[in-house]
């Protein structure tokens, strides 16, 4: 896995085979099929270990926030901290743009990456006590991709972001409806 890892994340998925992966990794093509059935299954696996630890670190940064107000941006922080070890991009907007096909089994997981993220901070911006939490969550995912997008230049744009966003939050915050802490992180 990790030597799959490694090349689909830095050569892209299209051109990595199942041969260099398996030399790579010291195993035989046959050890690689048993143990994943395709490439295609390989690729979604390689994603959903990828997800399993970005979740895990913003449900971390989520956690450690004491204000609601300030969870709802932490998703942002945790992409600082996930950036520094991650500098191609975005693993999953790439394979959504390799994979284009939503039956692909790596799209999905990707896909559902994406959505888990959105998800998450609609929950936290209406347990925060923001209006139109669902607005405010589309918006916020969409500077958080831009993010992202943005990574591979020599442009920085996290700061900026994280700025926007937190103005966002502050901006929907609404009045008299104090704030809920309890989150369901994990769906």
């Known amino acids: 896995m990790a030597a799959a890892e490694e090349l689909f994340y830095n050569n892209g998925i299209t051109p990595v085979g199942v041969d260099l992966i398996a030399e790579r990794a010291g195993v035989t093509k046959r050890t690689l099929y048993n143990q994943f059935g395709s490439k295609d299954d390989l690729v979604a696996a390689y994603l959903a270990g990828r997800d399993r630890r970005w979740r895990s670190l913003v449900s971390s940064a989520v956690g450690a926030c004491a204000d609601p107000v300030e969870a709802v941006t932490a998703p942002f922080d945790a992409l600082r901290s996930?950036?520094?070890?991650?500098?191609?991009?975005?693993?999953?907007?790439?394979?959504?743009?390799?994979?284009p096909d939503p039956a692909h089994p790596a799209h999905r997981v990707a896909a559902e990456q994406k959505l888990w993220l959105l998800h998450l901070f609609e929950e936290l911006a209406a347990a925060a006590g923001c209006q139109d939490p669902a607005v405010l969550a589309t918006r916020l995912l969409v500077l958080h991709e831009g993010a992202l997008a943005t990574q591979p230049l020599p442009l920085d744009t996290l700061p900026e972001s994280t700025a926007l966003a937190r103005g966002l939050v502050r901006a929907a915050l609404a009045t008299g409806r104090p704030p809920r802490r309890e989150t369901t992180i994990g769906r």
Do not use: I, Q
């Open 82 to 99: 996930w950036s520094e070890s991650n500098d191609r991009g975005c693993a999953f907007m790439n394979a959504l743009a390799e994979l």
